[in-house]
C-alpha cells in the first residue's frame, strides 16, 4: 500500500511540473506571436471637385494629387488635415489618407510634418520617412532617395516640400521603397502598401486606389513611380518584447519549481494519510469478510429454500401453461375450420352470382339481336312495295312481257301477304325476276341494293362483335371459377398447415411441461 501511495505522489508530481511547462510555453508563444504580429496600412482616398480635400477623423494625409497637371500642393496638420492645390484654376483635388492599425485593429497613431526648401531637395527628420513630395511652378515630377530625401526634376522649382510620417507609438517604424518603372498603371508589391505616386512629364494628375497607382491619360507620362511602405517593430522593441518574454519563461519556471516542491510535501503527507487509512481499512475488511461468511451461509440455507419453493412454482406454472396451450391449439383449430367453411361458402356464393349475372347478359344480347334481326326484316318488307312499283313500271313498257309480268307480281304479292315467308324463298324470286328483266333496269335495282350494303355490312360486324364478346365473357367465367377454385384450395392449406402448427406447439408445450 505505501509503495502504490509513493508511485501515485511522483505521478502526481510529474504531471503538475507537465502541465505548469505546458502554460509556460503557451504565454511565451502568445508573446512572441504578438512581438511578429503584422500591423496594417489604410490608405482611403478623399475626392473633392475643389482645390481642397479633407481626410476622415483619426487619418492623416500622405500624399495629395491635383486635376490639370498641377504638381504644387500644400498640407495641413492641425485641426483638419487637408491637401490644397497650389494651381488656380484646378478642377479637382484628391487627399491619399493613412492610418496605421495593428492586427488587433486598434490604432496606433501616425505623426505627419513637412520639410520645406528653397532648392531641389528636401530631406526628412531622423525617424521619419517620405511618404510624398511637392514642387513649386506646378511641377510634379520628383523621386525619393533613400526614403527620406525628396527631389524635384525641374530645375526652375522655386521650393521642395517633403510630407514626412512615422507612427506615433515608438515601438514601430515605416519600411518604404520608392519605384519608377515606365508602364502605367503600377501595382504596389505584395506585402507592401502603396502611400504615394508621381507622373513623368511635370504632371501630378494621378489616381490612388486598390493599391495601384494610375497616372492621367492626358498628362502623357513617359513613366510611373509608387512609393509603397509597411509598419514594422523597431530592433529595440524586438529586443525588450524578447527580454519580457525570456523574464517571464524564467518567472514560470521558478513558479513550476516552487509548485513541485509544494506538490510533493503535499503528496508526502498525503501517502501517510493513506497509510494510516490502510490499517484502518484492512482491520475493517478483516472483520466484514467474517460477516460475510456468516451472511453467505445464512444467504445459502435461504438460497436452498427459495430454489426449492422456485421449482414447485415452475412446475405447477407449466402444468398451467399446458393446459393453457392445448386449450389454444383446440380454440385455433376450430376458428380456422370456421374461418374456411365461411370462405368456402362466400367463394360458392360469388360464384353463383356471377354466373346469373353472365347468364343475364347474355339473355340480353340474344334478345337484343332477335329484336335487330326483326326490324331488318320489317324495313326490307317496307322497301318492298316500291321495289315493285319500279318493276311494274318498267314492265308495262314491254307489252310482249306483259302477261309474265303480270304473273310473277301476282306469286310476288302473294308472298308479302304470308307474314312467315322464309328468306331463302324470297332470294330464289328475286332472282328471277332480276334474270327477266332488262338489263337497265337490272342496274337500277342492283343500285338501290348497293346502296343498301354498308347498313347490312355493319349489322353483320354488329353481330360478329357481340358473338367475340360472349365468348370473352365466356372465357372470364371460366377463369374466375379456376381462381376461386385455387384460392379455396390456398385457404384449406393454409388451415391445414396452421393447424398443424398450432397442433406440433401444443405438444411441444406438453412436452416441456412434463420434462419440467
Not at 256 to 278: I, V
Not at 332 to 338: H, T
Not at 450 to 478: F, H, I, S, T
Request: net charge positive; glycine share 4%.
Amino acid at each position: 500500500m505505501c509503495i502504490r501511495d509513493r508511485y501515485m505522489g511522483i505521478s502526481y508530481n510529474y504531471f503538475l511540473r507537465e502541465g505548469l511547462m505546458k502554460v509556460t510555453s503557451i504565454i511565451l508563444l502568445s508573446l512572441a506571436f504578438a512581438a511578429i504580429s503584422a500591423q496594417v496600412i489604410q490608405i482611403v482616398p478623399v475626392v473633392s471637385s475643389t482645390r481642397t480635400a479633407t481626410c476622415p477623423g483619426g487619418f492623416q494625409p500622405s500624399s495629395c494629387g491635383c486635376g490639370l497637371k498641377c504638381g504644387s500642393t500644400h498640407m495641413t496638420f492641425g485641426r483638419k488635415k487637408q491637401c490644397h492645390c497650389q494651381c488656380v484654376p484646378t478642377d479637382w483635388s484628391v487627399a491619399h489618407c493613412m492610418q496605421l492599425r495593428t492586427e488587433q485593429n486598434i490604432d496606433m497613431g501616425l505623426v505627419v510634418t513637412e520639410a520645406h526648401t528653397s532648392t531641389l531637395y528636401a530631406t526628412c527628420p531622423a525617424g521619419t520617412k517620405a511618404t510624398g513630395c511637392s514642387c513649386g511652378n506646378t511641377r510634379g515630377d520628383y523621386l525619393i532617395h533613400n526614403q527620406v530625401t525628396c527631389q524635384c526634376l525641374t530645375a526652375d522649382s522655386g521650393w521642395t516640400k517633403a510630407y514626412c510620417a512615422k507612427p506615433a507609438d515608438a515601438r514601430y517604424e515605416l519600411h518604404c521603397q520608392y519605384r519608377k518603372v515606365a508602364a502605367n498603371p503600377v501595382t504596389a508589391t505584395p506585402g507592401l502598401i502603396a502611400v504615394g505616386c508621381s507622373c513623368g512629364n511635370s504632371c501630378n494628375s494621378y489616381t490612388l486606389a486598390n493599391n495601384q497607382c494610375n497616372c492621367h491619360p492626358g498628362c502623357g507620362s513617359t513613366w510611373t513611380a509608387i512609393n509603397e511602405c509597411r509598419v514594422a517593430k523597431t530592433p529595440a522593441a524586438i529586443a525588450a518584447e524578447q527580454a519580457a518574454a525570456a523574464a517571464a519563461k524564467r518567472a514560470a519556471e521558478e513558479a513550476a519549481r516552487q509548485a513541485a516542491a509544494a506538490a510533493a510535501k503535499r503528496a508526502a503527507e498525503e501517502a501517510a494519510r493513506q497509510a494510516a487509512a490502510a490499517a484502518a481499512a484492512a482491520a475493517a475488511k478483516r472483520a466484514a469478510e467474517e460477516a460475510a461468511r456468516q451472511a453467505a451461509a445464512a444467504a445459502a440455507a435461504k438460497k436452498a429454500a427459495e430454489e426449492a419453493a422456485r421449482k414447485k412454482a415452475a412446475e405447477e406454472a407449466a402444468r398451467r401453461a399446458a393446459a393453457a396451450a392445448a386449450a389454444a391449439a383446440q380454440r385455433a383449430a376450430e376458428e380456422a375450420a370456421r374461418r374456411s367453411c365461411k370462405k368456402e361458402e362466400a367463394a360458392r356464393k360469388k360464384a353463383a352470382e356471377e354466373a346469373a349475372r353472365q347468364a343475364a347478359e347474355l339473355l340480353k344480347r340474344l334478345l337484343d339481336k332477335l329484336l335487330l334481326q326483326r326490324e331488318l326484316l320489317k324495313k326490307l318488307l317496307e322497301e318492298l312495295p316500291l321495289l315493285l312499283l319500279l318493276l311494274h313500271r318498267e314492265l308495262l313498257k314491254k307489252l310482249q312481257e306483259r302477261e309474265l309480268l303480270k304473273r310473277l307480281l301476282d306469286k310476288l304479292l302473294l308472298q308479302r301477304r304470308c307474314c312467315c315467308c322464309k328468306e331463302e324463298l324470297l332470294k330464289k324470286l328475286l332472282k328471277k325476276l332480276l334474270d327477266k328483266l332488262p338489263l337497265p333496269l337490272q342496274r337500277r335495282l342492283l343500285k338501290k341494293l348497293l346502296d343498301k350494303l354498308p347498313l347490312l355490312l355493319l349489322q353483320r360486324q354488329a353481330a360478329a362483335a357481340a358473338a367475340q364478346r360472349a365468348a370473352e365473357e365466356a372465357a372470364r367465367k371460366k377463369a374466375a371459377e379456376e381462381a376461386a377454385r385455387q384460392a379455396a384450395a390456398a385457404a384449406a392449406k393454409r388451415a391445414a398447415e396452421e393447424a398443424a402448427r398450432q397442433a406440433a406447439a401444443a405438444a411441444a408445450a406438453k412436452k416441456a411441461a412434463e420434462e419440467a
